[in-house]
Every structure is written in C-alpha cells, then in structure tokens.
C-alpha cells in the first residue's frame, strides 16, 4: 500500500508544481495519472521514490515512511519502487541481458552496476523475465539494435528484476505508436495482475489509461481534480482536468483515426500538443 500525504512541491525556482496531493494506492492497483503538460505528473511520481524532495507531506509505502529516509535507507527503498521511463534510459553499448540485470542494484546504481558479477539466482530470473516480456531471442542484442517497443520491454524487465512493490512509470508509451503502445500498457497491467504489483502510470493519452487502469487521477495544476473509475472519466470532467479544452469524444475519435495516417513521431507530438 503506498499513502501519500498532503504532499506538495514547490521547486526553488518558485514553481508550484503539487499542492496537498493526498492519494492511497492499495496492493495490486494500477492508477493512471492523467493531465495536461505542466500538472505535475513527473513531479509527483518523483517525489514518491524522492528523485524530487517534496517540500512538504509524507509518503509511506507499507510502513515505511520514505520522507523520512536517509541517504543509506532511501538507497535500500527505492529497491521496493521500480521506475520505468519514457525513453527507456537504457545502456545502449550493452545486452539486453546486461541492461536487465543492471536493474538488480536499483535504478541508483546503472553505472556502477556494469562493472559487477551477478549471483546466479538473479541470472536465472533475469533469463525468466526476459522470456515473460517475449524478448528470449534478443538476449544478446545490443540495447540500441531494438525498435522502441522492444526497449520498453528490456526497461519493464529491469523494473522487475528490483523485485518491486510498486511500480512508478512515466509517459511508457509516449514514444511509441499507438499498436506498440496497447502492448506496452497490457504487459504492465498483466505484470501487475500477476504480481501484486501497485502502479502508477503517468500517461498523456486518456483513452490507453480508461482500458487499462483500474483508477484515473486527473492532475491539474498540481492538484488532484478528479480521482475514481475510468468509466466516471466524462466529457465534463475531462474538460475540468485539461482546462478549456473542447473534449467532445467525437472529435477526439476522429483524430484518432486520422493519426493512424501519419508517421508516430508527428502523431505523438500531435497527442502533446492536444493536451497542453
Ligand atoms: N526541475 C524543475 N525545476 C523547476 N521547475 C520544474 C522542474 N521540473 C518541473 N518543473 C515545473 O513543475 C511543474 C510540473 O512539471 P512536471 O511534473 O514535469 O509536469 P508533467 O509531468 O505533468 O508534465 C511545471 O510547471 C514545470 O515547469
Ligand atoms: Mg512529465
């Protein structure tokens, strides 16, 4: 279980990117945090492992209090919260196989870890994750010979290989086309199932968080706006997460079907801008 409590951000350039964000996330549930560029979806799912110190509030997962951790302490936590990113903050010049295990010091460590021997045990696992996330025969590729959605899957299997208790994952699809992107979000949510695993994904395209989370938070303007089932997520609420916005769901299937016409790259900036 992770609690967060009447957490806010302030960065020192004065920005005020969270304000009293209270959010308690049981085993098991995927939680998609949706809302516009700026509402403070990274910050938030940074402060939870403290990459950003909140500037006020707690966060506990089970019974540890993470805001109160010390360097030594906060190392050994983040253990228990697997990171998953956007761009896949992969080792390019490594395996797959290396950059898998190299999720075996925690997300702390991907540059000392290179220089490590790995227990036997945790070989066999990454072996067995490797082979969950369908990526068996690709073992000894390079990181940089795989198309995006095969990098997804080498970051999915490090997350895992932490052995985690929950799961932070910003913006998983954002550089993925629309197919690849189903993919992705149906391997995390069944990895979940599986596992009794917590997440939260932050995740700009509203339709992909409705069919695969059990909960929606909508962030706006670094505070909570809305927060319950994908199906209460309506035109009106929508609108009060991404400001004025027309979202007619119409319009919004519409461009949906004229992105399938347009290389990823333009549709994904196309996406952004939507929601900005
Ligand atoms: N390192 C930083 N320093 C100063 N301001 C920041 C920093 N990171 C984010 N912000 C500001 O905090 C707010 C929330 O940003 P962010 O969490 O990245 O939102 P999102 O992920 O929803 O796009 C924005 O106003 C952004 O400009
Ligand atoms: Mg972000």
Known sequence: MLTIQSLSKRYNTGDKALTQVNIQIPKGQVVALIGPSGAGKSTLIRCV???????????????????????????????RMGMIFQDYALIDRLSVMEN???????????????????????????????????????????????????????????????????????????????????????????????????????????????????????????EVVFDGQPDALDTEMLTLIYGEEDWNPQIDADEEENAKHKAPDQMYMDSKAALV
């Not at 707690?58 to 906060?74: A, C, H, M, Y």
């Not at 490090?158 to 550089?175: C, G, Y």
């Not at 069919?211 to 706006?220: P, S, T």
């Open 100 to 222: 898998v295990l190299s999720g075996y010091l925690g997300y702390t460590g991907f540059w000392r870890s290179f220089l490590r021997r790995y227990p036997q045990d945790v070989i066999v696992e990454a072996f067995r994750l490797l082979e969950r996330v369908g990526l068996e025969s690709f073992i000894d590729k390079r990181a940089d010979e795989l198309s995006g959605g095969q990098r997804q899957r080498v970051g999915i299997a490090r997350a895992l290989l932490q052995n985690p208790q929950i799961l932070l994952v910003d913006e998983p699809t954002a550089s993925l086309d629309p197919k690849t992107s189903r993919q992705i979000m149906r391997l995390i949510r069944e990895l979940c199932a599986e596992r009794q695993l917590s997440a939260i994904i932050n995740i700009h395209d509203v339709h992909l968080a409705q069919q695969f989370a059990d909960r929606i938070i909508g962030l706006r303007a670094g």
């Open 49 to 79: 492992n403290r990459l950003v110190e909140p500037t006020e509030g707690q966060v506990f997962l089970g019974d540890t209090q993470i805001t109160k951790l010390n360097t030594r302490q906060l190392r050994s936590a983040r253990r």
